[in-house]
């Protein structure tokens, strides 16, 4: 049987219910005639009021769905003056909409949302000079409860005009000022001093670092933990084997050329992601080197390629899922205007072997 397609299915759903023209609204006056109780009464047992009978409630249910009513949400949320909602607002630019990780923190927070019954409104950001613009027609319209923030930089001007605005908000990552706010993260420290002492261990002395942009939070945290853990390692920072470049395979494949070209190149480079890490393979390879024996490479996130790549990457894993869980559990607290206890996450990253840094892993 042919799947059918989007329009089609459209089209049985009008012929099912019918025009609008055709379709009978049923109202609370409907019901209430039905059941000989007033307005009031089918309202409140609609609403699960504890002072109707369970009996009452009980038959005006089965009333109402018996007659096909269905709720005016509009109506709902005007009285409760709440749009039963959270908002998202997203870059039309950069490959942050196709990044694999986001996908399953978004999921994992999306159920979270749609389990209480509120919407998550995803708008996209199409001015890249002006992040902050979007949350003023957002915001000033009131046609959110809450707002997830992603991707956060370390002095973040959305955070900023939320805090004055005292709209509430979660977001998944930090800023540098020291300011209170409901926030989940991942110990990027924690996970770039892991990648660093492994490569330590495996003898590597020359160890560089290919990142994102050092505005974003989380990059900065993996440089503070980079060079941290290399002096821990009793190692030379040295500041020419840092470089910055698109988080992308490309940006990944340019990197790692730049770093190779150096008089005295890396023996191990550590990409800020795994697509980078990626394209650091791939440029190592171009050069006829071997990743793992010749150059060693570790990337950040273990996504599905990390396990399947030639060879397999070594990575930290980021516990997507589980931010995502706790992102949509704060959303949905601070959209029903409730307190968050203990809104400060900071969840523990896992260092994963596999064969780009350890050749034992090929046998």
Not at 325 to 334: A, H, I
Request: charged share 25%.
């Amino acid at each position: 049987m042919t799947p059918k397609t989007f329009w089609a299915i459209i089209k049985d759903e009008c012929k099912r219910f019918g025009s609008g023209s055709q379709r009978v609204t049923v109202t609370l006056k409907d019901i209430a005639r039905q059941v000989n109780r007033s307005v009031t009464t089918v309202s409140r047992a609609l609403h699960d009021y504890t002072d109707v009978s369970p009996e009452t409630r009980a038959l005006v249910r089965r009333t109402a769905e018996e007659l096909g009513y269905v709720p005016n949400v509009v109506a709902r949320r005007l009285q409760k003056q709440r749009a039963d909602a959270v908002g998202l607002i997203l870059p039309s630019y950069g490959p942050r909409l196709s990044d694999p990780l986001f996908g399953d923190m978004l999921s994992a927070a999306v159920e979270e949302i749609t389990r209480a019954g509120l919407d998550l409104l995803v708008s996209i950001a199409h001015c890249p000079e002006d992040e902050v613009e979007p949350y003023y027609q957002r915001v000033g319209e009131r046609r959110v409860d809450s707002v997830w923030i992603v991707h956060t930089r370390c002095h973040d001007a959305r955070i900023a005009y939320l805090l004055e605005r005292r709209v509430p908000f979660v977001a998944s990552g930090r800023v540098l000022e020291d300011w209170v706010f409901p926030c989940v993260d991942v110990d990027y420290v924690r996970g770039m001093h892991s990648l660093v002492s492994h490569l330590a261990q495996l003898g590597h002395r020359r160890i560089a670092f290919a990142s994102d942009s050092a505005e974003l939070t989380f990059v900065h945290y993996q440089r503070e933990g980079f060079r941290r853990a290399v002096r821990d390692c009793a190692l030379e920072v040295i500041e020419d084997l840092i470089v910055e470049g698109s988080p992308t395979q490309r940006g990944g494949y340019d990197a790692a050329q730049t770093l190779l070209s150096r008089r005295n190149p890396p023996t191990a480079i550590i990409a800020g992601n795994d697509l980078m890490a990626l394209g650091v393979m791939s440029a190592i390879q171009d050069q006829g080197l071997e990743v793992g024996s010749d150059v060693a490479v570790a990337g950040f996130g273990d996504i599905p390629l990390a396990e399947t790549s030639h060879p397999s990457l070594t990575t930290v894993r980021l516990p997507t899922q589980q931010m995502g869980k706790l992102v949509g559990q704060m959303l949905v607290m601070s959209a029903c205007g409730q307190e968050i206890p203990n809104p400060y996450k900071l969840l523990k990253p896992a260092l994963i072997i596999r064969q780009s840094t350890n050749l034992d892993l090929w046998l």
